[in-house]
């Protein structure tokens, strides 16, 4: 996993009339991830200045997650919060497929595709059971999609078995991509703001001046929260034993997005 214990800003200019944003990350100290920071800064600010785009892979996965870490809940999983203040948990080898479901307007439209997707995706389970009978794998509904979470093995995200059995579930390239270069796999285990009737959060971690404000925002965003669901159970599939650490997960996992009855979110 790639998350670091400092991150800083430092900002560059590029011309009289503008300025570049650099963030730094260490695990050293602040300092550090200060020269971290200045050294990107420049390096953009040098970029743009020669009439250069920067490279999209500057904004895009490569780089490590700016987030707050809350909680280390093994060697190998820690729970950080992202950008828009959901709670997410995060692993270095227990497998979690994040699936999509196709959005379109109507909810006749939503519920009847709802099924034939959930129906599609069971039928993808069963016959990724039969092609190896030693997976065992557990399925939620979410509010947008499904979760597939395998408790029987554990899968380095870099590993071919992991890219294959993304794919097999259906998870979208973006998702398959940021385990891959994260060497990390995701799973949200809060809701979404904005489906609670929230806005997002007024700062981004690191917090700076802004912290008291985003406190105020994240105590009310955890008591919505309790009110919601971020996911529902469909079913356990796969006769195989569990793999200890996986379903040490599995439990952490359930405790927090289950809430039997509650809307998802």
Same mark, same amino acid.
């Given at each position: 996993?790639?998350?670091?214990?400092? %991150?800083?800003?430092?900002?560059?200019?590029?011309?009289?009339?503008?300025?570049?944003?650099? %963030?730094?990350?260490?695990?050293?100290?602040?300092?550090?991830?200060?020269?971290?920071?200045?050294?990107?800064?420049?390096?953009?600010?040098?970029?743009?200045?020669?009439?250069?785009?920067?490279?999209?892979?500057?904004?895009?996965?490569?780089?490590?997650?700016?987030?707050?870490?809350?909680?280390?809940?093994?060697?190998?999983?820690?729970?950080?919060?992202?950008?828009?203040?959901?709670?997410?948990?995060?692993?270095?080898?227990?497998?979690?497929?994040?699936?999509?479901?196709?959005?379109?307007?109507?909810?006749?439209?939503?519920?009847?595709?709802?099924?034939?997707?959930?129906?599609?995706?069971?039928?993808?389970?069963?016959?990724?059971?039969?092609?190896?009978?030693?997976?065992?794998?557990?399925?939620?509904?979410?509010?947008?999609?499904?979760?597939?979470?395998?408790?029987?093995?554990?899968?380095?995200?870099?590993?071919?078995?992991?890219?294959?059995?993304?794919?097999?579930?259906?998870?979208?390239?973006?998702?398959?991509?940021?385990?891959?270069?994260?060497?990390?796999?995701?799973?949200?285990?809060?809701?979404?703001?904005?489906?609670?009737?929230?806005?997002?959060?007024?700062?981004?971690?690191?917090?700076?001046?802004?912290?008291?404000?985003?406190?105020? %925002?994240?105590?009310?965003?955890?008591?919505?929260?309790?009110?919601?669901?971020?996911?529902?159970?469909?079913?356990?599939?796969?006769?195989?034993?569990?793999?200890?650490?996986?379903?040490?997960?599995?439990?952490?996992?359930?405790?927090?997005?289950?809430?039997?009855?509650?809307?998802?979110?």
């Amino acid at each position: 996993m790639r998350f670091y214990r400092y %991150w800083m800003r430092a900002d560059v200019p590029v011309s009289d009339r503008r300025t570049v944003t650099g %963030w730094g990350f260490s695990d050293v100290s602040a300092e550090d991830a200060l020269e971290v920071a200045r050294k990107r800064a420049e390096t953009l600010a040098a970029l743009i200045a020669s009439g250069r785009r920067p490279a999209d892979r500057y904004y895009g996965t490569d780089r490590p997650l700016r987030e707050e870490v809350l909680e280390e809940v093994t060697d190998k999983a820690i729970v950080s919060r992202n950008s828009y203040g959901a709670r997410i948990l995060n692993t270095v080898d227990v497998l979690f497929a994040d699936v999509d479901l196709p959005s379109r307007r109507g909810l006749f439209v939503r519920r009847r595709r709802r099924d034939n997707f959930e129906s599609g995706l069971v039928e993808r389970i069963s016959q990724s059971l039969e092609r190896d009978p030693g997976l065992r794998l557990r399925l939620y509904r979410t509010a947008g999609g499904y979760r597939v979470l395998l408790t029987s093995r554990r899968v380095q995200p870099s590993a071919a078995k992991s890219t294959a059995l993304l794919d097999q579930f259906g998870s979208d390239t973006m998702y398959v991509s940021l385990c891959r270069t994260q060497d990390s796999y995701r799973a949200r285990l809060s809701p979404k703001p904005w489906r609670m009737g929230m806005a997002r959060p007024p700062a981004r971690y690191p917090y700076g001046d802004a912290e008291p404000e985003f406190r105020r %925002w994240e105590q009310q965003y955890e008591s919505a929260a309790t009110r919601f669901a971020t996911c529902e159970l469909v079913g356990t599939y796969g006769t195989a034993p569990e793999d200890e650490e996986a379903a040490e997960i599995a439990e952490v996992h359930d405790a927090t997005t289950l809430n039997p009855g509650a809307p998802l979110a």
